[in-house]
């Protein structure tokens, strides 16, 4: 006999849905505290800091988080590791700057160059902003209105905070239109050759993607960003832990074996099985579950262990689905979907290096490109070489399903 569930209201909730991280926190939802590693990360004051994670892993809600710290300091904080003890932080305020490049993703070049600038613009005078040269936010390179302003004495040293989330988006949006591309990936580069040269009035550059892809030179000599994508100290900055699981979960997980009438252990065992099993680091062992589809799962476990991934990556994330518009794309992922299961195929070997090389657009290897977006992930060897394998069972299924489509 099925056991009856207690009541969800006496739990706190799930944050289903939720990338602000200012109304997690106002609204008492369930939020996995890592703000000693958020810490560590906004501690840098000497290169741009670039992570790289697959969709439905929480990118949006740590750039929500650098900006409620760096803008409103301690006050969405409060309880957690980063607002007590000997770690407290003690950093003053900053006026922040967030681009969603997401928001833009489809939009012409030109549209485009116009949100960067008229966005530094507006968001760093304030009421108070003005055109620094007549029609200048319009067709200005971002370099060179960023090295503007960035002459501009009235702006205090290291009171800028720059946030740009998605910045591959507009990259992805317009694969497959060569000119467009071109001239977005001029703009690009403009804007973070800029971010380097106003490191006066910059405390702290964050740049997230899902791919590693643009001009090559992108960020190597242009921004000199911090790739923090297969640290091994920051592997667990996105995703649940098993820790953290059983620590903020565990009443979540004790109302989904009621309600489907297993053991705790049960429904443990089978969670981790089911949307477990990633690893973004080679020397860091420890795995993560992907959130959305954990937070999915326990809304409505009456559901089962249903497969949340597509859902989670969009339906297949935008660059892979135009990557398989071309044949050779199609038949290395059908090649790679069957030989993955072999963990003696030379060919899952991937090293170190060749995980942190950057792609021209359009260029990423296909292995590496289904490492980026989650359907692929690591597991250790001997560093600096790891196996790529596929992380559970739903994206196990998910990769059958994207495989079958690519042969149709």
Excluded at 171 to 183: A, C, N, V, Y
Excluded at 227 to 235: E, L, M, N
């Amino acid at each position: 006999m099925r056991i009856p569930a207690p009541e969800k209201d006496c739990f706190k909730k799930l944050p289903l849905g939720n990338s602000s991280f200012s109304a997690i926190r106002k609204a008492g939802q369930i939020y996995a505290d890592k703000t000693a590693m958020i810490a560590d990360l906004a501690d840098n004051e000497d290169a741009p800091v670039f992570l790289m994670r697959p969709r439905g892993f929480g990118k949006s809600l740590l750039v929500s988080a650098l900006e409620s710290l760096f803008s409103k300091g301690l006050a969405d904080f409060k309880g957690l590791e980063i607002a007590t003890g000997e770690n407290r932080w003690r950093d003053t305020a900053y006026r922040v700057v967030r681009f969603d490049l997401s928001a833009v993703a489809n939009s012409s070049p030109a549209s485009f160059k116009t949100y960067l600038n008229n966005k530094m613009i507006s968001e760093i005078y304030g009421n108070n902003h003005y055109l620094i040269t007549s029609g200048q936010n319009e067709t200005g390179q971002p370099g060179v209105i960023l090295s503007n302003i960035c002459d501009d004495q009235a702006i205090p040293d290291k009171s800028i905070v720059f946030l740009v989330d998605d910045y591959d988006a507009p990259i992805t949006g317009h694969l497959g239109k060569s000119q467009e591309l071109s001239e977005i990936s001029d703009i690009l580069y403009s804007f973070f050759a800029g971010i380097k040269f106003a490191e006066r009035i910059l405390r702290f550059v964050f740049i997230a993607g899902i791919t590693r892809t643009g001009r090559e030179d992108l960020f190597s000599s242009r921004c000199n960003a911090y790739d923090i994508s297969a640290d091994d100290d920051f592997g667990m900055l996105l995703g649940i832990t098993e820790d953290e699981l059983r620590r903020y979960f565990d009443p979540w997980i004790k109302n989904a074996a009621a309600v489907l009438g297993m053991s705790i252990p049960d429904v443990y065992a089978k969670m981790k099985s089911v949307y477990g099993g990633f690893q973004f680091s080679i020397g860091n062992e420890e795995t993560v579950y992907n959130p959305r589809s954990v937070i999915s799962f326990l809304s409505n476990p009456e559901n089962g262990f249903r497969n949340y991934w597509r859902s989670v990556s969009g339906n297949t994330p935008d660059v892979l689905l135009k990557y398989l518009q071309k044949a050779d794309n199609r038949e290395s992922l059908i090649r790679l979907s069957d030989s993955v299961k072999d963990e003696k195929n030379r060919d899952n070997i991937v090293a170190f290096d060749e995980i942190m090389a950057k792609a021209e657009p359009g260029q990423i290897p296909m292995k590496i490109l289904l490492l980026e977006t989650g359907y692929f992930t690591l597991k250790s060897i001997n560093f600096p070489y790891g196996r790529i394998a596929v992380p559970n069972e739903e994206v196990s299924e998910s990769l059958s399903r994207l495989s079958l489509k690519a042969q149709s």
